[in-house]
């Protein structure tokens, strides 16, 4: 039997879709509203650190489950209860949006469609 060989990911440039910053703008906001500029920072802090990290890491994250591809190109991060949603491109990670885990999945389809 054929021993498998690591797959080592390369390093691909992120980028931030526009909707990507409107989301984050509202979650942030949000956070600030109802637990304070601390707690709003930390996490604003965690979401910077965690897509960062996504030019060698893209493959680390699930699928998702409601953007299912042969090539599994769509994938999330969950952190918390919000879901960060980012594509895999040849030679890029893009970052879409980021949401609310209790969003209808209609509304997910839709951002299929966004560029960067």
Do not use: C, D, W
């Not at 699928?63 to 040849?90: A, D």
């Not at 209609?106 to 966004?114: Q, T, V």
Request: proline share 5%; charged share 25%.
């Amino acid at each position: 039997m054929a021993e498998r060989k690591p797959t080592e990911n390369k390093i691909k440039k992120v980028v931030f879709a526009e909707h990507f910053y409107f989301t984050l703008v509202e979650v942030l906001t949000y956070g600030l509203e109802e637990f304070g500029s601390v707690v709003a920072y930390n996490f604003n802090m965690e979401i910077e650190s965690t897509t960062q990290n996504l030019s060698n890491l893209y493959l680390a994250f699930p699928e998702n489950k409601f953007l299912p591809t042969k090539t599994k190109i769509y994938r999330n991060i969950v952190l918390g209860k919000y879901m960060i949603l980012y594509r895999i491109k040849p030679t890029t990670v893009e970052v879409l949006a980021i949401y609310h885990s209790s969003i209808k999945p209609s509304k997910i389809k839709k951002l299929r469609s966004l560029k960067p």
